[in-house]
């Protein structure tokens, strides 16, 4: 069964930083792309970031140069480090791969940035 758990989840300040963790059912190698998106409150589902398995990295317009996914293969984890959270941050965050062209998704952990 192929899961993927999110953690890492929870309240900040404004400025402050958190790193979210996505741990996959067998190895990442296997998810081709892997990704994190965010949903806030009356507002659609929208990427934050995304790595593919050559390395390449994609990001929201709105994160970059904020936060930094990362993979830690061995692990079978990926990461979402976050700085300079700002309130607009405020949603539920959900890890996303694709395996063998099926798209998974986490149940998703909340972020709130306020102070």
């Known amino acids: 069964q192929v899961q993927l758990v999110e953690s890492g989840g929870g309240l900040v300040q404004p400025g402050g930083s958190l790193r979210l963790s996505c741990a996959a059912s067998?190895?990442?190698?296997?998810?081709?792309?892997m990704g994190w998106y965010r949903q806030a409150p009356g507002k659609q589902r929208e990427l934050v970031a995304s790595i593919t398995s050559g390395g390449p990295t994609n990001y929201g317009d709105s994160v970059k140069g904020r936060f930094t996914i990362s993979t830690d293969n061995a692990k079978s984890t990926v990461y979402l480090q976050m700085n300079s959270l700002k309130p607009d941050d405020t949603a539920v965050y959900y890890c996303?791969?694709?395996?063998?062209?099926?798209?998974?998704w986490g149940q998703g952990t909340q972020v709130t940035v306020s102070s």
């Open positions: 067998g190895s990442i190698f296997s998810f081709n792309p």
């Open positions: 996303h791969g694709v395996l063998l062209g099926l798209g998974y």
